[in-house]
Structure formats: structure tokens, C-alpha cells
């Protein structure tokens, strides 16, 4: 790292970003000294007076959304940090429901670095860069949803007032095992001693609950301390001491909607039920079975599709099956799915429920971090599903205007399979 030029306060966020990328020895370090000691050194392990901090295998981000915009509605200042971005950097950080400006971030990145005693991962760096920004705004309330696990995450270096799980399934085997007892121990290292604790995993592996038992937290489980349901297109939360009726539907996941109301229940704020139904009706996540309007390709001549066009950043099994469902309710003729992941991922479980819905498969290269060639993710295809119809090609641009060509107006392109697949769409439209 001698040869390594460190940025300054002039430099671009590009230049700053690249140097993180590089300014320590490996990608992803696991564990919480070397982080923890630089944080309270810069005095940021209390980023604000409540903290909730958001664990889980999926559903993590569409819930921090979901809790963000019902506190904004109550009248707080609230910042949320989350990971990954879909297209810029500065969509990790929000402010009062606002991504800042390059220089907040190059400014803080700078006064860390500065004055860090430790290297720091990418991860790292940008999570204490977060936690000063929000140090610097005096906010309420601030949201940290959980990177990688739970115990040995970065944002574990903070002391949550209330502790959230999502989902728990398979996925980041090769550092929180390969089970889902263990995977949900792991996540489980967010709760802390009496802080109430939301799970939204109606599965819930015995390690979570032990955990939570252990440290004496207040524990509301799905389906045992809170339900929710479905009829006639309308939203129902019930709990033994409050209940919320006939709600509008929810633009995110209904499951995570159902952890995220539950969470608001157990927050020492007044969260009145007209918020809950306004945020419902409001809050939503880009990249999550997101279908895109015609307006969205419409300065674009030459590359209007006739089919509807829908993405999606499911990247495990537990997303891949959500998806699943999801496309058999507006299914009507073919799908044509662009198509890739990391190659650190389990593809078999990703493409094997959606074996029977897709119809033409474009495997497509990612030129990133942990990105495999379109060829890769072919062979790794046609080995799961050997009767799969499906072609290698290089990257998006390639691929997209043929299953644009392809697809009728009856038909779905679907984009999906990572955030970098997402990701490498709206780049290419964009341009």
C-alpha cells in the first residue's frame, strides 16, 4: 500500500471512493476492533439519541424504508444508512429522506482519514463516514441497516435502542455457515441486554430466541406476539394489545410492511395509525419488482419496448422465491430474463424457482468485484436447469436491446439477479 496516493479535500468522490477500494489488504474484515477502536476515538458510537439497527437475509432495505418515511410523518429528524448502493455512492446515506452532496461525503471522508489510527475496509470507512454525518446533523432517530450478518458487522459497533430481523435464509455461507441456526445466531448479535426485539421471520431459528432470551430483550415474534393478513385486497396488523384494519395494500414486500408496523410499535414515539396508513400507501424501494413506466424510456428513441419491463435485486433463494411468486400473479405470456450474479453466490437456488416462469434466459458478464463473464453464468445455468433456453453475452448493452426486440407486448423483461445486474440496466438506459 506504500505506492497508494491518498486523496484530498479537492478531489472528486470517484477518487476518494477508489482509494477506499484499495487502502486495505482485503475487501472484507471481518471483525469489530480495529472499527470500533477508530470510532471512539472519533467519538461516533452514539450517531444519534435512538437507533434502530436492521438485520435479515432479505427484506432488510424495504423495511429501514418503511420505518424511515412513518418517523419522517411524526415529525422527526431521521438518517439511514444502507447497503448496497443500486447506482451512486450517496444512496447509502439519507438525511431527513434526502441523499447528500458529493462534498458531505468527501469532507468526511477526509477528516476520518485524517485522523483514523487503523485501516479500514470500503465498508468500514463508509459506515464511520455515515455515523459522523449523521453526528453532524443532530438528527432523532437513525436507521442502520445491517451490511453482511449481525454480530461482526460494522454497524454492530453501535448499541441499538431497538433491534429488528427480517428473514433469516441461506446466503454469505463462507462467513455465517451454512445453516440457518448458525446464520441466525450471527444475526442475532445486534440484540442487546432489555431492548425490545422484532422478528420478522415467521421460522425463527432457535438461536435467535435463545439469544433474545439470554439478554433479557422483549422479544415480538411473527405469528406468535404479532399477525398479519390478507382479504380482498386489503392489509390487516393485529397484536394482543393493538390492531390495525382493513389498510391500504403495501408498495414493499407484505411481510416486511407487517416487521416494519411491528417495529413502530415498540418505538417511544407517537406513531398513530393515520401515519401507518400513509406510509403504506407511500413507501417504496427502486429495484425491488419495480416495473418501469413508458416515461422511463421514452427520451430513449429506439429502444422502447413493446413488453412491460420489471426489476428486481433478488440475489439468494429466499428473494429468488419471493420473485417467483410474484411474476406467477402477472404472468401472461413470455419472460425474457436478463440475468446475472456474483460468482461467490449459490446460482442453483437463485434460477431453480424460477425454472418453470422463464422462458428465454440472457446470461449476462458483470464486470465488478466478485463479477463473473456472461459464459460463466451460462454454463453454471444450463448445469441447474439443462432444458433452460438460454445464450451468453457479455455484458447488459449486449443483451438488452435483443430481449427488447424479442419480447411482445404481452410479455415481461425482467432484470434481475444482483444489484450490479440492476444496476449495469439503468446505467445502460441512462446513457
Keep these: 500500500m506504500t505506492d497508494l496516493i491518498t486523496p484530498d479535500r479537492s478531489d472528486s468522490l470517484e477518487t476518494w471512493l477508489a482509494y477506499l477500494e484499495k487502502s486495505h489488504f482485503k475487501p472484507i474484515d471481518m471483525g469489530l476492533e480495529r472499527i470500533k477502536s477508530v470510532a471512539a476515538q472519533l467519538d461516533l458510537l452514539n450517531p444519534a439519541p435512538y437507533v434502530i439497527t436492521v438485520a435479515g437475509t432479505n427484506g432488510k432495505g424495504s423495511t429501514c424504508r418503511f420505518l424511515e418515511v412513518a418517523l419522517l410523518k411524526a415529525g422527526l429528524t431521521v438518517g439511514v444508512y444502507s447497503s448496497p448502493h443500486l447506482i451512486r455512492y450517496n444512496e447509502r446515506v439519507r438525511i431527513n429522506g ?39 446533523a443532530k438528527l432523532d432517530v437513525v436507521i442502520l441497516e445491517v451490511g453482511l450478518g449481525g454480530r461482526l458487522d460494522a ?54 430466541l435463545t439469544h433474545a432470551k439470554q439478554l433479557q430483550c422483549h422479544v415480538m415474534q411473527r405469528d406468535v406476539d404479532w399477525h398479519y393478513s390478507v382479504k380482498a385486497e386489503r392489509f390487516s396488523w393485529k397484536a394482543a394489545d393493538q390492531q390495525f384494519v382493513d389498510l391500504p395494500m403495501p408498495l ?21 395509525e393515520q401515519i401507518i396508513r400513509e406510509t403504506l400507501s407511500e413507501a417504496q424501494m427502486t429495484g425491488r ?22 426489476i428486481d435485486v433478488g440475489h439468494n433463494p429466499h428473494a429468488a422465491r419471493y420473485l417467483a411468486e410474484r411474476l406467477q400473479a402477472v404472468k401472461k405470456g413470455k419472460i425474457f430474463a436478463i440475468f446475472s450474479c456474483l460468482e461467490d453466490k449459490e446460482l442453483s437456488g437463485i434460477v431453480e424457482p424460477l425454472d418453470n416462469l422463464i422462458d428465454e434466459w440472457f446470461c449476462v458478464g458483470l464486470d465488478c468485484w466478485r463479477g463473473q463473464s456472461g459464459e460463466a453464468v451460462f454454463e453454471k445455468l444450463v448445469k441447474s436447469l439443462p432444458n433452460a433456453t438460454a445464450c451468453a453475452y457479455e455484458n447488459i448493452a449486449q443483451a438488452t436491446p435483443i430481449a427488447f426486440n424479442q419480447a411482445k407486448e404481452q410479455d415481461i423483461v425482467l432484470v434481475f439477479g444482483s444489484f450490479h445486474t440492476v444496476a449495469d440496466f439503468m446505467i445502460w438506459l441512462n446513457q
Excluded: W
Design 252 to 272: 414493499i414486500p407484505i411481510p416486511n410492511a407487517g416487521t416494519a408496523i411491528a417495529a413502530l410499535t415498540q418505538l417511544p414515539f407517537n406513531m398513530s
Design 98 to 136: 434526502e441523499v447528500l452532496a458529493d462534498h458531505f461525503h468527501i469532507q468526511s471522508f477526509a477528516d476520518i482519514n485524517e485522523k483514523k489510527t487503523a485501516s479500514l475496509t470500503y465498508f468500514e470507512f463508509s459506515t464511520l463516514s455515515a455515523f459522523q454525518l449523521f453526528k453532524n
Design 289 to 310: 419488482f419495480q416495473t418501469l413506466a413508458a416515461s422511463d424510456f421514452a427520451q430513449f428513441s429506439g429502444i422502447m419496448p413493446k413488453a412491460k419491463v420489471i
Design 155 to 208: 454497524t454492530n459497533i453501535v448499541d441499538p435502542h431497538l433491534a429488528v430481523i427480517t428473514s433469516i435464509d441461506i446466503d454469505h455461507v463462507a462467513f455465517l455457515g451454512d445453516n440457518r441456526e448458525d446464520i441466525g445466531r450471527e444475526k442475532a448479535g445486534i440484540f442487546r441486554e432489555h431492548i425490545p426485539v422484532v422478528i420478522g421471520e415467521p421460522d425463527c431459528p432457535n438461536s435467535i
